[in-house]
């Protein structure tokens, strides 16, 4: 079971080795962390070990990316030019909908990506009941919002992030 936590960056330095892979995202006042936990016991532990409480936790229900809908896989690092970002999208029951939404949803956001060209990259994306947290490169903001217009999509708030993984 995927898990996504957004918590305080002031929190203390734990790497969740037992639940692997893991995959964090860092700004100066947030990370968010994603990782899989068999079941709630295990969720609750890695809490504990946390000695804090995430502002949130969510369910990730599926892994969206690039390559799902004919475009290149995201590379292990940023192109030249580009950095990380979180982007959260508000969009109802999104994680819910029938693989076929999804694919379309998929198609479409990256034949916006292809039409913006080298300044935009989308590197993955974890849909849940309330919404998408995407992990896209970009120059800048702005290529960001570029998107979400022409996709007609939130894309609210964005946040440039350091992004690290196991």
Known sequence: MQRFLQRPLHSPEVHPAHHKPWEEFRSPDTRFQSF??????????????LGVQPRSVKESLFT????????????????????????????????LAPPETMLEISKGS??????IG????????????EGTFCVYRATDTDKIMEHAEIA???AEPTTQ??????
């Open 36 to 49: 899989s936990a068999p079941d709630q016991e295990a969720l609750n532990h890695f809490r504990s070990a």
């Open 64 to 95: 969206n990316s690039p390559e799902l809908a004919g475009g290149p896989k995201a590379g292990l690092s940023p192109r030249d030019g580009l950095s990380v970002f979180m982007i959260q999208r508000t969009i109802a029951d999104v994680g």
């Open 118 to 129: 080298d300044s935009l990259e989308w590197d993955h994306s974890y849909l849940a009941s």
């Open 110 to 115: 990256q034949s916006v990506i292809e039409g």
């Open 152 to 154: 007609g999509i939130p």
């Open 161 to 166: 992030v350091e992004q690290s993984s196991s």
